[in-house]
C-alpha cells in the first residue's frame, strides 16, 4: 500500500496553519513507507513497540526524532534511552524514575510527557487528575528530584468513539488540566499531545499543538 503523501501534504497544510506538530505514527509499518515521508522533510515518527522502534532506529537516518507513544514496561527504558526524542507514555512515578536513571547513565536529558487517562474505557494506560497532581506536585519537579528527565506535557487518548461531544469533552478534560500547570508555576508545560486519525481535528479544536496519526498516512494496520 505504502505512504500516503497526498494525504501528508494535505494533512501538514491543515497543521502547519495551527501551529500543530506532526508525530507520523509508523507502527507495524515498513523502513521504506517511514522514508517516503521523510523524504517530504518528516522528521517526527511515534511507535509502540520497543524492539521495533530498535530495529528502525538503526536502519533509518539518524537525524529522524523517534518517539514513543505506547505503553512502556520500566526494564525496557534502558533500551531506548540512548536515542529516544520524546516519550509520550508516562503513566507512573516508576516509570520516570526508571527513565531519569537510564537517561543518566546515557549522559542525557529525556523529554517525557504525562499520559492520562481520558477515555470511558478502561483498558487505557494513564494517570487520573489525582496522581498527575502528585507527580507534578513540589518535590517530585524534575530538575529538583530529577536531573535527566523533563516533563514538558501531556498526552492522552480519547474514548474509541464517534461521538463528538464525547470526544471534546475528553480533549477539553485535558487541556484544562493542561491549562492549570501551564499556569500553576513550575512545570514547564508546552506540549499538549492528543488527537489521532479519527479524531485529530477535534483534538486541534479543543486546544491540542502535537497530534498522532498513523492509517491516515500509512493505511489501516492489520
Ligand atoms: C497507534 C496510535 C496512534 C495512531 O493511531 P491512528 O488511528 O492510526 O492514527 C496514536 N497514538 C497512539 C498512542 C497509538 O498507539
Not at 60 to 73: E, S, T, Y
Amino acid at each position: 500500500m505504502g505512504a500516503n503523501t497526498q494525504a501528508f501534504g494535505q494533512i501538514k497544510e491543515q497543521l502547519v496553519e495551527k501551529n500543530v506538530s506532526l508525530v507520523a505514527v509508523s507502527k507495524t509499518k515498513s523502513d521504506e513507507d517511514i522514508l517516503a515521508l521523510y523524504q517530504l522533510g518528516q522528521r517526527d515518527f511515534g511507535e509502540n513497540y520497543v524492539q521495533e522502534l530498535i530495529g528502525k532506529y538503526n536502519a533509518l537516518p539518524k537525524d529522524i526524532n523517534w518517539h514513543f507513544i505506547g505503553h512502556l514496561q520500566s526494564n525496557k527504558v534502558k533500551l531506548i534511552a540512548p536515542f529516544v526524542h520524546l516519550i509520550h507514555s508516562v503513566d507512573s512515578p516508576k516509570l520516570l524514575a526508571a527513565i531519569d536513571k537510564e537517561a543518566t547513565k546515557n549522559n542525557r536529558v529525556i523529554n517525557c510527557l504525562l499520559q492520562v487517562h481520558i477515555a470511558e474505557e478502561e483498558t487505557k494506560f494513564g494517570l487520573n487528575k489525582d496522581e498527575l497532581a502528585e507527580i507534578l506536585a513540589q518535590g517530585s519537579v524534575p530538575g529538583k528530584d530529577y536531573h535527566h528527565t523533563n516533563v514538558v506535557g501531556l498526552m492522552g487518548m480519547a474514548s474509541f468513539t464517534k461521538d463528538e461531544v464525547q470526544l471534546q469533552k475528553e480533549f477539553s478534560f485535558l487541556k484544562s488540566l493542561f491549562d492549570k500547570y501551564v499556569n500553576g508555576g513550575e512545570n514547564k508545560l508546552s506540549v499538549l499531545s492528543m488527537g489521532m486519525s479519527s479524531d485529530y481535528k477535534i483534538a486541534m479544536d479543543e486546544g491540542s499543538n502535537m497530534v498522532r496519526i498513523g492509517s491516515l498516512l500509512f493505511g489501516e494496520r492489520n
